[in-house]
């Protein structure tokens, strides 16, 4: 049986993907602006990412930008996404979220992972090979910092020594999540530490395949060591771009695609395919030929409230849907595409609107009854009024 909320959450995940020629000032300032539209929206999420490679992906520190970010919203909750494990001390990396988590009130998800970007660890000496096994080391030692532990650990790459937080996070426990792509890694790590889940591969085709598997996979490891996983803590990615009609949609994708594509391209070399032209592009991005960073869904809000259906049925139920946000469309149809998505898709799945056609339909079938007697209300008060005037005049003869 799918487990569907009552109210699923939405929210954006930012890598993020900005042209390498434009001012990075203003590129980070865009992706601060559109998370302030977000919460206007009423968007439940933000994931922001860290890299330090590349130019497109052009924030480096998460922590430095939610605590800016913060600053300029309400209600939006603001997440790591993801603090890449393996390139931080652990004991330096508690210390920061604790402080964090207690400047934006509880706002934080500490989203982690091991690293997406080959380039950033070679630049760091670290062989790509012992990425993940690195970020399981280091979420080891976390959770046992964050839970307020004294941790005495020794590996090839960190040493603590009675290490604890000076200051424990503001939330009790700290919102926490491991990053899932294709392989069964963040699955198994999530499980192990009784944490929450985000894939961000959902809408690959090898991703989407394996969504179930791999919930079924955290559950599993979640027992074997005693802890327990529930589905409100999934996060399931997938890029889209939707507009008042299928045509616009796709007509706004002319702005940045390509370049996103040719991006993808310099990113992964000889593994992602080349598109020579605006439709082999559009056909790349909606067949999955992007492989793990997935299938953009180009449509309408029903093409997206049927994908979230889809995505619902394969994986057997999760709380939250995030967007991987990007700038293939310009700034005005970005913010139109996710407008759309909060007032047509959003109520879908949150049934906020459930009670609505039937309060319209009750009206309506009572109509005629209602005023019927709403004009017998105005026809007595005129009466009363009528009959009042009258009497005074009747008094006012007589006393005359």
Request: charged content about 25%.
């Amino acid at each position: 049986m799918t487990y569907k909320p009552k109210r699923m959450k939405f929210g954006a995940f930012f890598a993020p993907f900005h042209k390498d020629i434009v001012n990075p000032t203003l590129a980070i300032e865009r992706d601060m602006e559109l998370i302030q539209w977000l919460d206007k929206l009423a968007y439940d999420e933000a994931w922001i990412g860290e890299h330090h490679s590349g130019a497109y992906e052009c924030i480096a520190s998460p922590e430095v930008f939610i605590a800016t970010v913060a600053e300029r919203t309400r209600n939006i909750r603001l997440a790591t996404g993801v603090s890449s494990l393996s390139y931080h001390h652990p004991l330096v990396l508690a210390d920061r979220i604790c402080q964090l988590d207690h400047q934006v009130r509880g706002r934080l998800t500490f989203g982690v992972g091991p690293g997406q970007l080959v380039a950033d660890a070679y630049m760091m000496g670290i062989n790509p090979k012992d990425l993940r096994r690195r970020m399981n080391e280091s979420l080891t030692a976390l959770v046992k910092l964050l839970n307020g532990e004294t941790v005495t650990m020794q590996t090839d790459w960190f040493t603590l020594n009675e290490a604890r937080c000076q200051i424990l996070p503001y939330q009790a426990p700290l919102d926490m999540a491991v990053a899932s792509a294709i392989s069964p890694t963040g699955a198994r790590t999530a499980g192990e530490h009784g944490l929450g889940m985000i894939s961000v591969a959902a809408s690959s085709p090898e991703g989407f395949k394996q969504l179930a598997n791999h919930w079924d996979i955290c559950e599993e490891k979640a027992a074997e060591h005693g802890k327990q996983v529930d589905r409100r803590n999934w996060r399931i990615v997938t890029p889209f771009h939707i507009a008042e009609t299928e045509e616009q949609a796709y007509k706004d994708l002319e702005y940045g695609l390509m370049d996103m594509m040719r991006y993808f391209k310099k990113f992964g070399g000889s593994a992602f395919p080349e598109a020579k032209s605006f439709e082999e592009a559009i056909e790349i991005w909606t067949t999955g030929g992007l492989g793990a960073f997935g299938v953009g869904v180009v449509g309408t809000p029903e093409t997206l409230v049927n994908h979230i259906k889809k995505l619902q049925d394969q994986s057997g139920g999760f709380e939250t849907f995030l967007a991987l946000a990007h700038n293939a469309a310009d700034f005005d149809a970005t913010k139109k595409s996710y407008e759309l998505f909060a007032r047509e898709v959003m109520p879908h799945f949150q049934h906020s609107n459930d009670n609505r056609p039937a309060s319209l339909n009750w009206a309506a079938e009572n109509a005629d009854r209602f005023m019927e007697e709403y004009v017998g209300g105005i026809n007595t008060a005129i009466a009363q009024h009528e009959q009042e005037m009258a009497d005074k005049q009747k008094k006012a003869a007589s006393n005359s």
